[in-house]
């Protein structure tokens, strides 16, 4: 089973900046979306921006301005920059990729990676 795999989190400090990177362990086609969620401790799972294949893109208010969703469709690889940090942003970073044709499975996530932001 292909699973996801995330990348580039870390400690940094409120106001700093961070650029998460997500891929397939393996092949996976007909990709027409891709999301990134988060998991703080003690909530539940949220989504936090989503694109398209055409390049559209969506933000939860509370990220909005600060976070960018981009994609390289060549390579299979999900990318989140994060600007202007604060502690609230302090989560597990998850993603997740639709495929044409196969209903996506939520029960199912990588092993995300972890984003600390310090007050």
């Known amino acids: 089973q292909v699973q996801m795999v995330e990348s580039g989190g870390g400690l940094v400090q409120a106001g700093g900046s961070l650029r998460l990177s997500c891929a397939p362990s393996?092949?996976?086609?007909?990709?027409?979306?891709m999301g990134w969620y988060r998991q703080a401790p003690g909530k539940q799972r949220e989504i936090v921006a989503a694109?398209?294949?055409?390049?559209?893109?969506n933000y939860a208010d509370s990220v909005k301005g600060r976070f960018t969703i981009s994609a390289d469709s060549a390579k299979s690889t999900a990318y989140l920059q994060m600007n202007n940090l604060k502690p609230e942003d302090t989560a597990v970073y998850y993603c997740?990729?639709?495929?044409?044709?196969?209903?996506?499975?939520?029960?199912?996530w990588g092993q995300g990676t972890q984003v600390t932001v310090s007050s």
């Open positions: 694109i398209d294949d055409e390049g559209r893109t």
């Open positions: 393996g092949s996976m086609f007909n990709i027409n979306g």
């Open positions: 997740k990729f639709l495929q044409i044709g196969v209903p996506p499975d939520f029960d199912s």
